[in-house]
């Protein structure tokens, strides 16, 4: 089934402790991206990625870091949370032209304390 | 002004009814734009997209585009509870990002 994956669906952490966000396709998708999605402030794009070792700042990149060694992954690293950084984050995958819109994954919601 | 503008509602329509969504956008250059459909605590799926003036049905949903107007708009036809979701439109701005619109909430009462 295509697909993206993403781990953790739910983390609770606390101030400071590093943590890594996996997202993983199964599609050969060249685009990946990750977005977070605040009430009221929708969803906004923290970084994206072309291809591999190919990668952007969105809009609100502040606090995060990415990767991009392999096709199918594009972890997302938040190397000390912040409570601001409390939110609801989908991780997705797109062929390279423009003309399709992104598949999701199911979403990590992450609780910083 | 922010990229892409939608209504946040809620839009409440009786079961049956059509319901209509609207979206602008700012960037003349976009090409290609989409309608995904979210529930709560769930991520986002599409369902519509779209690259020409004009109307594009798939079912029951039928998008709409108006360049010059820079309006893009999704008609659903004979409403269901189970259509109670926010809908989202995007479009690739410039900078070769999917930027999305802040949702309208639409209820569909039985």
């Known amino acids: 089934e295509a697909q993206v994956t993403q781990n953790p669906r739910y983390l609770i952490t606390v101030t400071g402790k590093k943590l890594t966000v996996t997202c993983s396709q199964n599609m050969n998708h060249e685009y990946m991206s990750w977005y977070r999605q605040d009430p009221g402030l929708g969803l906004r794009q923290i970084y994206y990625s072309m291809n591999v070792e190919v990668t952007d700042k969105g809009d609100v990149p502040e606090g995060y870091k990415v990767s991009r060694k392999e096709k199918r992954n594009f972890p997302l690293i938040l190397e000390s949370p912040s409570p601001n950084q409390t939110s609801l984050y989908f991780c997705a995958s797109s062929t390279s032209q423009n003309s399709y819109g992104y598949t999701f994954g199911s979403g990590t919601r992450l609780t910083v304390v | ?110």
């Open chain 2, 1 to 110: 002004q922010k990229e892409v503008e939608q209504n946040s509602g809620p839009l409440s329509v009786p079961e049956g009814a059509i319901a209509s969504l609207n979206c602008t956008y700012s960037d003349r250059g976009s090409q290609s734009f989409f309608w995904y459909r979210q529930y709560s605590g769930k991520s986002p799926e599409l369902i519509m997209s779209i690259y020409s003036n004009g109307d594009k049905e798939d079912g029951r949903f039928t998008a709409q585009l108006n360049k010059a107007s820079q309006y893009v708009s999704l008609l659903i036809r004979d409403s269901q509870p189970s259509d109670s979701a926010t809908y989202l439109c995007a479009f690739y701005n410039a900078g070769n990002m999917l930027t999305f619109g802040g949702g309208t909430r639409l209820m569909v009462k039985p």
